[in-house]
Structures are given as structure tokens and as C-alpha cells.
């Protein structure tokens, strides 16, 4: 079972849509937790934190469920900039030290 | 420009051949990273760096791969013998600060291998 595990999608909606995106991870001992944003052959760029109260930035809003291990992404009114992937990222921070765990992302599409 | 900076964007070369790449990391960032990216997939990390130490470098991380990070600055990732399965994105990214902070990633070095 991989560590991150992500709908690989691609979501396809039209502008305006409302698309919420999952992911699931592994280790509950997993600290901290993020999504990040790819664009085509480009680097992961942070989009944003996830707290366990959960967080809007904007259109965007993050949930966590440690009970569940599990993480959500919901984008509203979309837009066709949101096109990219979107990749559901943990922080273990284990022994005094971080790596990130990338799940393999979801593809998103908006349309016109 | 303070963002994570690599060099260069792009190589390719032959089988065979050894290949090192540079990172500079945000300049007030302790800590240092190595991850790799194939197509299709998410990051997998490679090795990380606090300062000038090597704390942990991953299973994928071969004997033909050698990382430095000589004065806590900058680091370099060398690639001996490249083979064709060493052929990805390879990506650095810094952070600083508690542990739980983000890490910030450079534009990549796109390897291909002939």
C-alpha cells in the first residue's frame, strides 16, 4: 500500500464547478500535511497547509481527519488557472528530521 | 530573486557518463533537500540535508549518487555511471525554521539519459 494514495483523476469540470479532491495516508503518526500544486513540468508550489480544524484560503478550503487518516481539498468556482495537478503531500517528521510523502497526484481540467 | 535556485534546467547526456547538478537554497533555510520525480508520479525524496549534515539519504539513493552540502550554502548531487532508469526530474527544496514548516522547491534539473 503506498504511503499517500490520491484519485489519480483527471477531473474534468467547467468553470465555475465546485470539485473536491481526497487522499489517504498511512502513518498516523504523519505530523504535518499540505497540498501542493504542479503545473505541467513545472516545480510543486505550496498551495496550502492543513490544520485540524480545518482551513479556507480563498476559494480553497482544507480538511483533516486524523481518527480517518485522511485529507480533502475543495475547490470552489473554478477556475480555468486551477488546471495543474494537485498533490496531497505528508510530513512524518520522524526522528528529529522531515521528508515529504507525495501521494501521485490528481489531475485537474477546467474548461470553458 | 530568493527563491530555491538549480542548475542547470536541463541535461542530457549518454549512458554512462556522470552528471552533478547544483541547489542553492532560500538563503536564511538550514535544511536541504534532494527529491526525485518521475513522470506520472509524485516527488520521492532522496536525501536531506541540516546544514552541512547528512542526516538521511534514502534506499533509492545508490551508491552511483553522492550528495554535498560542504558549508551549510549550497549543495551539489552527483550522478556516476548514469543509466537509462536515472532519467526524471531531480528536485531540491529548502526549509527553515520548526520541522512542520513547508519546504519550498527550485525549479528542478530535467535529466535525460541517451
Known amino acids: 500500500r503506498k504511503e499517500v494514495e490520491q484519485d489519480p483523476g483527471p477531473f474534468n469540470v467547467p468553470e465555475g464547478a465546485t470539485v473536491a479532491f481526497n487522499c489517504t495516508y498511512s502513518n498516523s503518526a504523519s505530523q504535518s500535511f499540505f497540498w501542493y500544486r504542479q503545473d505541467c513540468r513545472k516545480e510543486p508550489k505550496l498551495l496550502m497547509s492543513?490544520?485540524?480544524s480545518g482551513n479556507e484560503d480563498g476559494r480553497f478550503t482544507a480538511q483533516l481527519n486524523r481518527a480517518s487518516q485522511y485529507i480533502s481539498l475543495l475547490i470552489r468556482d473554478s477556475k480555468l488557472s486551477d488546471s495543474a495537478t494537485y498533490l496531497c503531500v505528508v510530513n512524518p517528521v520522524s526522528g528529529g528530521y522531515n521528508k515529504l510523502i507525495f501521494g501521485a497526484g490528481t489531475r485537474l481540467a477546467v474548461h470553458p | 530573486d530568493t527563491g530555491v535556485s538549480q542548475d542547470p534546467r536541463h541535461k542530457i547526456t549518454k549512458r554512462g557518463q556522470n552528471v552533478t547538478f547544483r541547489c542553492d537554497p532560500i538563503s536564511e533555510h538550514n535544511r536541504l533537500y534532494w527529491y526525485r520525480q518521475t513522470l506520472g508520479q509524485g516527488p520521492e525524496f532522496l536525501t536531506y540535508?541540516?546544514?552541512?549534515?547528512?542526516?538521511?539519504k534514502s534506499r533509492l539513493l545508490s551508491d552511483r549518487f553522492s550528495a554535498e552540502r560542504p558549508k551549510g550554502s549550497f549543495s551539489t548531487l552527483e550522478i556516476q555511471r548514469t543509466e537509462q532508469g536515472d532519467s526524471a526530474m531531480y528536485l531540491c527544496?529548502?526549509?527553515?525554521?520548526?520541522?512542520?514548516?513547508?519546504?519550498?522547491f527550485g525549479d528542478g534539473t530535467r535529466l535525460s539519459i541517451l
Open positions: 492543513v490544520y485540524s
Open positions: 527544496a529548502s526549509s527553515g525554521g520548526d520541522l512542520n514548516q513547508p519546504q519550498h
Open positions: 540535508f541540516q546544514n552541512e549534515a547528512q542526516l538521511e
